[in-house]
């Protein structure tokens, strides 16, 4: 299975591999491609290259613990990823969350989101045969990174979440640096739109490419802006509204398209967006605590938890069953790109081959994230 | 930039009226040449992938050490950074792309998770514990993910590596 050469089938098709190793794929997707000539007849994804066992791994870690490890499943988004299983905890001991602790998770989940976008924005460049969008995304991105890193401690896997809070508290001079990277992304975004978004050979790869319908998307369980670009509204902050999100004046960027282009025109807009939330809640970060009560070795009552969260793809839910202990029965990861993924074979079919990469860019997978 | 005014170039520049010489030793200049263009294999398995990104960039630049040519093709690579774990199902993989480079190759283990399996050490049953396993190792780089000045250190590391690499001279034992 692994070492399957390429080769012609009997109804004169040609089956090749995309992957483990693609620079495309963006990571160890296998997509096996069943070819007439150039168009696509069937597409497979084969998944596992990267399955980490990370659920259950998480039935052995501790409620403290199990955090961590999340981070390096959908790592452009690993600040979410943390938030989502502290908000699970925080759901099943029923503790409040101190307000500066909520202002100050949302901000830098934002700032998470923005820098996915960016990556995503770097890369759809570079997949497409552009390399300066590449480097132009990275000069914000590591701003972000920078900001992380002085009041994190890590540049790329946070790790900043603890069930009822955060951590520690920012230094005192976050809300200045807050700032400047903001104002540094937005004085840049319009090269962005000077490179890319009006570039006619560009808009020709992605208008009317890879059409995913509204029903579809509900059918493969897609969210994120992949589904918003179909017109479904499915944002989680507006929709279970967490952290405080409910307060904040934000709209959900939603398109009719379907296509390659308004997936790519709802993440471009979901920046802007990012930004106005953070720009409400920098100088209004509350005094106060940053941890909410909780006990030093937590344990969850007996039963089923669920809760979920936006990241920058998508919905990522996580379930979870306790037995009263201080482990985790079980848990399970709902994560937004495994649904995405299976949306590719039924859009790629009857596009040419070249598309097929168009595709994988607009829906912008994270394959940790796939295969947990 | 001048050959002879690159200060680490490996001997003697003779200038003279018709032209000038060299003098020095063949394996000093291979591997002076080797050391100063290593071309990276694109490959990248999970979070470390992104900090290698961030190395090619303009912050950290790898290019000035002579890096920047990132190959997708493992025929066209001198160097393999594997960012990334690596799983039961991936290792087969990576050792067919390993064979698939030229010689000279050399293997960078970047991260906590190729050196021994990292964060995924226990309790886990579908991860490498340390990718030495399968390929051998020339630099391992600590961290979950490293920073870029550490991925920058190691390349550095490895240059000098090669730098004491001989091809001619029969080591002595």
Redesign the interface.
């Known amino acids: 299975m692994?070492?399957e050469p390429d080769h012609y089938n009997e109804e004169g098709e040609f089956v090749v591999n995309m992957g483990?190793?693609?620079?495309s794929t963006h990571?160890?997707l296998r997509l096996k491609v069943w070819l007439d000539g150039e168009t696509i007849k069937k597409v497979e994804p084969h998944l596992?290259?990267?399955?980490?066992?990370i659920e259950?791994?998480t039935?052995?870690?501790s409620y403290r613990q199990f955090i961590?490890?999340t981070?390096?499943m959908d790592?452009?988004s690993a600040h979410i990823n943390n938030q989502v299983c502290a908000l699970v905890v925080e759901k099943a001991l029923q503790v409040e969350v101190p307000a500066r602790a909520q202002a100050i998770r949302v901000i830098l989940a934002e700032l998470t989101r923005i820098s996915s976008h960016l990556?995503w924005f770097?890369s759809i460049g570079l997949d497409l045969g552009g390399v300066t969008p590449?480097?132009y995304a990275?000069?914000e991105?590591?701003a972000i990174?920078s900001l992380m890193d002085e009041n994190c401690g890590a540049?790329?896997?946070q790790n900043f979440m603890v069930p009822g809070g955060i951590m520690k508290d920012v230094l005192p001079n976050f809300q200045q640096r807050v700032k400047e990277v903001l104002k540094q992304f937005k004085d840049n975004y319009h090269e962005y739109d000077e490179i890319l978004t009006g570039n006619v050979i560009f808009q020709n790869r992605l208008k009317g490419v890879g059409i995913l319908t509204k029903e579809d998307a509900i059918a493969f369980g897609c969210t994120g802006p992949t589904a918003r670009a179909s017109g479904l509204n499915c944002d989680i902050r507006k929709l279970y509204p967490y952290d405080g999100y409910e307060k904040l004046q934000f709209d959900e960027i939603t398109s009719t398209g379907g296509d390659c282009w308004a997936r790519y025109e709802v993440r471009m807009a979901e920046m802007k967006q990012s930004v106005k939330i953070i720009e409400q809640l920098i100088d209004n970060i509350p005094e106060g605590e940053i941890v909410g009560n909780t006990k030093k070795v937590i344990k969850l009552p007996k039963g089923e938890f669920y809760q979920r969260v936006e990241t920058a793809r998508g919905e990522l839910g996580v379930y979870i069953v306790s037995d009263g202990g201080t482990t985790p029965y079980r848990c399970k990861y709902r994560s937004p790109n495994f649904a995405n993924l299976s949306a590719i074979p039924h859009i790629a079919r009857g596009h040419k081959i070249g598309d097929l990469i168009s595709i994988m860019a607009t829906i912008d997978l994270i394959?940790?994230d796939i295969d947990r | 930039m001048d050959v002879k005014d690159k200060m680490e170039f490996p001997g003697q520049v003779h200038e003279t009226p018709d032209g000038g010489f060299i003098l020095s030793k063949l394996d000093d200049i291979i591997n002076w040449a080797r050391s100063n263009s290593l071309w990276p294999l694109a490959f990248g398995t999970s979070c470390c992938a992104i900090e290698m990104m961030q190395t090619v960039n303009a912050k950290y630049d790898w290019s000035r050490f002579g890096f920047e040519v990132m190959r997708a093709t493992p025929r066209q690579a001198d160097l393999i950074i594997v960012s990334g774990t690596i799983t039961m199902k991936m290792a087969p993989v990576l050792k067919r792309l390993y064979d698939q480079m030229p010689d000279p190759k050399y293997v960078i283990a970047m991260g906590a998770c190729t050196i021994s399996g990292g964060p995924f050490f226990y309790n886990t049953y579908s991860v490498v514990k340390g990718i030495d396993h399968i390929i051998p190792v020339d630099v391992f780089i600590p961290g979950c993910p490293p920073r870029p000045e550490a991925l920058l250190h190691s390349m550095i590391t490895l240059q000098e590596k090669i730098k004491h690499e001989t091809y001619f001279k029969k080591e002595t034992k």
Do not use: C
Request: charged content about 20%; cysteine-free.
């Open positions: 692994l070492f483990p190793q693609h620079p990571g160890v596992g290259y990267i399955h980490r066992s259950k791994m039935e052995s870690l961590y490890v981070s390096r790592y452009l990556l770097a590449f480097f990275f000069r991105r590591e990174n540049r790329l896997t394959i940790p």
